[in-house]
Each structure stands twice: as C-alpha cells, then as structure tokens.
C-alpha cells in the first residue's frame, strides 16, 4: 500500500514539474516582450543571452508609442469589432444551429454538407469575393467591414448544432403540448439551454476577432479605422524596426485580452471545456 502511495505521489510529482516547466516554456516570449518593452535599441539587439533584465527601465518607450499611435482609437475599433463579430456570430450560429439540429426541411442535410465543407476550405480563398461585396456596399474603412466576414461562422453552425442535438425531444414535445409554437419552443425552451455552446462560440469569435491580421489591413487603409494587430503590423519598418517601441505597442496591445480573460475566466475554462477545442 504505502509502495502504491509512493508511486502515485512520484508520478503525480513528475506530471506537475513537467506542466511547471511546459508553462514556463509558454511564459518565456511574453516576459521577453515585456522586458524588452523597458530596453533601448541597443541592448534588444544585443546578443549576450544572459542579459535579461533592462540595466535602466525605460518607461519613455511606452509614452513615444502612445503619443505617436492613437491607441485610444485602436482600442475603440478592436474592442467595437470583437463585440459585433461575437453578437452577429452567435445570433446566426444559434438559429442556423436550431434549425440544423431540430426542424427537419427540404434540402438540409445538402445545405448541412456546404457549411462542413466551408470549414473545410481556407478561408483566405474567401477574401477577394467578400472585399467585392464589402466595396459594392461602400463598408472600405468602417466597422461594418471589419465585422462582415465574422457575423456568419460555420464553425458556430457545427457547435450550436450538436448542441442542439444533445437536448431531450421530450423537451419539445411538453412544449408542444402547452401551446408553444416554434418560436417559443427555440427562445423559450431550446436555446437556454445550449448557454455553455454559445459561450464557447463568443469565446473562440472574441480570440479570432483579436488575432484577425490579413482582413484589417485589407479592408481599412485608413489609420482611423485599423484594429490593434494591424496597426502593429504597420509599426514595424521595412529596414529596421524599433524593437523596445515595437514591444511596447505590444504590450500595450494584449491588455485588453488579459482584461477580458481576469473577468471572465470561468467562462473561458467552462466555454474551452465544453467544445473540447483549442484556442
């Protein structure tokens, strides 16, 4: 018994020291970015691999970022565009996944196979027809260009759809007999219950809406109109770059995520859990 407890304590042990150091490993970039963020050019481009630590904390990187980049308006548009993406995309994703998963109508499992197969497909083969349609409907340099090509995802058609179809049909069927048409049976009834997949779906549309880089740089020339990570992008020279500045904006970038991600932790867990996806 007590060779047993051993065994268990020694590999319980070695499975945290191996998540202890596989964290470290996934922190090292970040800290490198921070610190760097504090460095002059100089000592960022240094070699000397023991240097870690800025011999003087520079906190003018930080100001020159802010003063020459309106990170204000950034911080408006990326925050704007994850909000309407994660609103649009649950709403079609829901009542798409309802429709998929519990109403039976000519054509479905046809329709079904076009959303697997958009999921399939890059969706950078995507870009050119939705810049078109974004042109015609004169959406260059505005939010609503940002937000088009997340307000319908597949994606959120699959998970609402085994969401759905994880539900009783005795649900519906007492529903049904207490007078509730469809529309009440769905908003009612249905979609309530399917709380953790929708969460899941905002979490995922909030992280992808974040890291969006080709789209923004695309659709919004315009500086007054570009997200966080495109306006980083155009940060960085086509010679040189300034590199503690370039960490600055940076760091000053992921706070918003890191914001987010304190104040709705549990969901981020839960919503990850539940859908059994990555990020």
């Avoid at 904390?57 to 994660?86: A, P, Q």
């Avoid at 960490?247 to 839960?270: D, N």
Wanted: charged share 10%.
């Amino acid at each position: 018994m007590e060779s047993y407890k051993a065994k268990k304590a020694l590999t319980q042990g070695l499975i945290h020291l191996f998540l202890i150091v596989f964290t470290i490993t996934m922190l090292v970039p970040f800290l490198w970015m921070v610190l760097t963020a504090f460095k002059t050019q100089s000592e960022s481009t240094a070699i000397d691999p023991f240097v870690i630590l800025p011999s003087t904390w520079h906190f003018d990187n930080f100001v020159t970022v802010w003063n020459s980049y309106n990170f204000l308006l950034l911080y408006k548009n990326t925050l704007l565009m994850i909000f309407f993406r994660v609103l649009c995309a649950v709403l079609t994703a829901t009542m798409a996944g309802y429709a998929f998963g519990r109403l039976e109508f000519p054509g479905k499992k046809f329709l079904f196979a076009l959303v697997l197969i958009q999921m399939m497909v890059p969706g950078q083969i995507f870009i050119i027809p939705q810049y078109i349609m974004v042109s015609k409907l004169k959406w260059i340099n505005t939010i609503a260009g940002l937000v088009f090509p997340g307000a319908v995802t597949a994606f959120g058609t699959f998970l609402l759809k085994q969401g759905y179809q994880g539900l009783p049909k005795d649900l519906e069927e007492a529903a049904s007999i207490d007078g509730c048409n469809i529309g009440q049976q769905f908003l009612v009834i249905m979609m309530p219950l399917t709380r953790s997949s929708m969460v899941s779906l905002g979490i995922f549309t909030a992280v992808f809406a974040f890291k969006d880089l080709m789209w923004p740089m695309i659709v919004c020339s315009d500086a007054k109109s570009t997200t966080l990570s495109a306006g980083l992008a155009k940060m960085q020279g086509q010679f040189s770059s300034n590199f503690p500045q370039l960490m600055a904006a940076a760091t000053m970038a992921c706070l918003p995520m890191i914001v987010l991600y304190l104040i709705f932790q549990k969901q981020f867990v839960e919503g990850i859990a539940t859908s059994g996806g990555k990020l």
